[in-house]
């Protein structure tokens, strides 16, 4: 069975930096667009980045726009969301999301990992 591993997630100050991880489980993940959800308290979950398998397409969320940057390493398998000048607001679940759509990954992606807390204090 399929999985994403999150990791990297914890507490951090306004202004400060995190970068999360996720390592799928299993084989074939090099032809999947992968990317980042989020759940704030009292929100509903949002779309945060997407990448492309080849890493050629990148799109945020305007809300982390300049902020956050997502990449990934396709030798490694694994892809990583670096967030920075971070604020009280970004504090949320972070999710691992994987669809061989990109157009897909934004709305309903296939795949999900169990979730990462990031929490921004004030």
């Known amino acids: 069975q399929v999985q994403l591993v999150e990791s990297g997630g914890g507490l951090v100050q306004a202004g400060g930096s995190l970068r999360l991880s996720c390592a799928p489980s299993?084989?074939?993940?090099?032809?999947?667009?992968m990317g980042w959800f989020r759940q704030g308290p009292g929100k509903e979950r949002e779309f945060v980045a997407g990448?492309?398998?080849?890493?050629?397409?990148?799109y945020y969320a305007d809300s982390v726009k300049g902020r956050f940057t997502i990449s990934r390493d396709n030798a490694k398998n694994t892809v990583y969301l670096e967030m920075n000048s971070l604020k009280p607001e970004d504090t949320a679940v972070y999710y691992c999301?994987?669809?061989?759509?990109?157009?897909?990954?934004?709305?309903?992606?296939?795949?999900w990992g169990q979730g990462t807390q990031v929490t921004v204090s004030s």
């Open positions: 999301v994987a669809d061989l759509s990109p157009l897909v990954l934004r709305t309903g992606p296939r795949y």
């Open positions: 299993g084989r074939g993940f090099s032809n999947y667009a």
């Open positions: 990448i492309s398998w080849s890493a050629g397409t990148k």
